[in-house]
């Protein structure tokens, strides 16, 4: 097998703070490449839009992808993908969640497949995209990117959330409306995180693109593909 990074993806867990500590009040981020994995003996490939997949987990999904088996089958047989109860749409991949106005698409060749086609069985050579819609159908949506990061200490918490971008959104707006954040009285600090409560000796640490925000961070406004981080630590 041989995996590759290429194009450009909309779902890039992304980067670039123009200041150190996130001081200024505006974000700079920069789109990571799409992760591709093909399998050399079937020359069957998939390819995940943006880097909120790893390679490895690609490569996972490339592995049930065989010859004679449907899409459908290959999803459930990955592991990492969570189907509706019914069946009839990708509810998570990988910990990853979309916003309800956001859904995954799966195509073959370039060809999108309906929920009806997904028991469309996979030839060689085939080329299956995996890459986020808006619930209309339009490509190449802005999102945002929230994730909860429980490491060591609590790992069942860790989870992403997509999101549609809203223009000039700030950080303190964000968590609010995730829906997943309580904010002490001051709205200055995190309190709470999908219903934790972190303990004395813990503490929830903010980071946009994987950069440590400062006290006054959260009134930094973002731009669309950034990833704003609560992370776990001892304190």
């Not at 069985?121 to 085939?126: A, Y």
């Amino acid at each position: 097998m041989r995996i590759t990074k290429s194009g450009l993806g909309i779902l890039a867990i992304l980067m670039a703070i123009m200041t150190a500590g996130c001081g200024s009040n505006s974000l700079s981020s920069e789109l990571a490449s799409d992760v591709k994995s093909t399998n050399d003996s079937t020359g069957i490939s998939i390819e995940v839009e943006g880097s909120f997949l790893s390679s490895s987990d690609v490569q996972r999904l490339e592995d049930n992808i065989v010859p004679g088996l449907s899409i459908r089958e290959a999803l459930v047989n990955s592991r990492i993908t969570e189907l509706s109860p019914a069946g009839a749409s990708i509810q998570s991949i990988r910990g990853v969640t979309l916003d309800p106005t956001l859904q995954w698409a799966i195509s073959i060749n370039g060809d999108r497949l309906d929920v009806g086609d997904w028991d469309t069985n996979v030839n060689n050579n085939d080329v299956i995209s995996i890459e986020v819609l808006s619930s209309n159908n339009t490509k190449n949506v802005d999102i945002i990117i929230v994730t909860v990061n429980g490491g060591r200490l609590q790992p069942e918490l860790t989870h992403s959330y997509v999101g549609p971008y809203t223009n000039e959104v700030v950080i303190r707006d964000l968590l609010k409306q995730s829906g997943i954040v309580v904010l002490s009285d001051n709205n200055k600090m995190i309190k709470m995180v999908q219903g934790y409560n972190p303990k004395v000796n813990e503490k929830w640490v903010l980071k946009v693109n994987n950069k440590l925000l400062n006290a006054n961070g959260l009134d930094m406004k973002l731009k669309p593909q950034d990833e704003v981080t609560m992370e776990l630590n001892n304190s």
